[in-house]
């Protein structure tokens, strides 16, 4: 059974999160997306564990169906936790960590028992006082099968081992919890070849989830699994055991479209490759830049570029066909011209994965036009350019060369077609 998994998402209770994400909506995009498993996101917050108590029943597997309705979608409680504490070196560390819970009973307990730390109204994301290795405490403590995985890894100011953290492995971070992380979530701006040169790293699963503050964001990364039974405990145990017969792959985001791939100053407009220059200033007013995640792996990495472990799983990129549309037809996402083009497509291969990774070009040129069928065949075959993300910045796509000297990604990966045949 192929299972595509969103593990890590928002709702509309999260800061700065779309006002239309309710279980039913979520559900529906899940399947416009192909994509049978989506956490919850933010199932500490009282009032959206009440709206997804409301609006879904237990399939008895540690998974919810939305009620009353014949979409298909396993929902897993889920919830992005901001822990805030002062390390040993007495400075101040902010660390994002993501949880999932076999029972929206263990997640009311949860959020009870971290309300002391902090508010679980203000935001879907608490923001709590609270150290990451108690926070895995309390969440064992709870429910043993609580799996707990650091967020975006990279990101500076608040990934485990972004530039910022202070930290420089996921056993500083979690200290003697550190035993029941088992993964870490690569985040947008690094992928796993980037992971792959820091051999600390190789004893956790790396995992890819879109982040999403809006449905249009959905499945941007996802993971593909392959089990005999669809239940929470045989989606842990595929991610612990890392085997390549049930954990088929990851699927990517481009690390350079990510908003924090290089280093640079947003103010001023200013970004550089730390591969070429790793000045820390900006040589436009002087001032600090944001380390990107390019460089802070660079500066963990014991391996070198390109290095491939012989136990890994397959990954491939993909951009969000949304993305695609609106780029080859120079229009926004909002636009009717794009959003009808983007039904039209999933009205005839079914849903969005098809349509990215199976779809004959010709049958996509039919529908959607020839420019829309060669962005496609482009992104499957990794013949795309990127000014890369910095600051905050997202990367910039060039499907069809358009623009002038971005950083190529010819040839860096395998296609598409060699993990979706068939």
């Known amino acids: ?18 006002e239309a994400i309710n279980p039913k909506s979520m559900a529906e995009t899940a399947k416009e997306k192909g994509i049978n498993v989506l956490g919850t996101g933010d199932i500490l917050h009282p009032e959206w564990l009440k709206e997804v108590e409301k609006n879904t029943v237990s399939e008895g597997n540690g998974l919810y169906a939305l009620k009353g ?51 679980m109204n203000s935001d ?11 926070l895995v405490d309390i969440a064992k403590e709870v429910d043993k099968k609580a799996f707990i995985f650091p967020a975006h890894l990279w990101t500076p100011y608040f990934g485990a081992l972004g530039a910022m953290s202070g930290f420089d492995s996921i056993k500083e ?36 989830n879109s982040d999403m503050h809006s449905l249009a964001n959905m499945g941007r990364e996802t993971n593909v699994l392959d089990l005999e039974e669809l239940s929470y405990d045989s989606i842990i145990k595929a991610i612990v055991d890392r085997d ?21 100053h947003r103010e001023c407009g200013y970004s550089v490759n730390p591969e070429e220059n790793k000045s820390t200033v900006c040589k436009v007013c002087g001032k600090k830049l944001v380390i990107g995640v390019l460089h802070r792996v660079d500066d963990l990495a014991d391996r070198p570029v390109g290095y491939v472990p012989k136990v890994h799983i397959p990954y491939i990129h993909s951009v969000p066909l949304i993305e695609v549309i609106s780029y080859a037809k120079k229009k926004t996402r909002y636009t009717q ?35 829309i ?29 358009r623009e002038p000297e971005p950083k190529s990604r010819a040839n860096q990966q395998k296609s598409m077609k060699d993990f979706f045949s068939g």
Request: with cysteine; proline share 3%; charged share 30%.
């Open 373 to 401: 069928a060669e962005c496609i065949d482009n992104v499957r075959n990794d013949r795309i350019k990127i000014r890369p993300g910095y600051s905050g910045v997202f990367g910039e796509l060039d499907l069809l060369g």
């Open 69 to 119: 309705s014949d979409n298909k979608t396993a929902f897993v409680p889920s919830v992005e936790v901001s822990t805030i504490f002062e390390g040993r070196d007495k400075g101040i560390k902010k660390i994002h960590n993501c949880i999932l819970l076999p029972s929206l009973e263990s997640a009311k307990e949860l959020s009870e028992r971290l309300s002391k730390y902090g508010s």
């Open 244 to 264: 390549a017969e049930r954990f088929k792959l990851t699927v990517e985001y481009y690390p350079e479209e990510g908003k924090y791939h290089y280093d640079g």
């Open 124 to 134: 879907g994301r608490p923001q709590l006082q609270i150290s990451a290795a108690h």
């Open 337 to 371: 011209e794009v959003k009808t083009l983007y039904s039209k497509l999933i009205e005839r291969f079914g849903d969005e994965m098809d349509v990215l990774t199976k779809a004959k070009i010709s049958d996509i040129s039919e529908i959607a036009g020839e420019e």
């Open 173 to 208: 971070a979690y200290e003697d919890r550190e035993k029941d992380i088992r993964a870490y979530e690569s985040g947008l701006s690094s992928d796993p070849k980037m992971n792959w040169r820091i051999s600390e790293l190789d004893k956790y699963t790396l995992i890819s």
């Open 1 to 18: 059974m192929k299972i595509v998994a969103d593990l890590h998402v928002h709702s509309r209770f999260a800061m700065a999160c779309s």
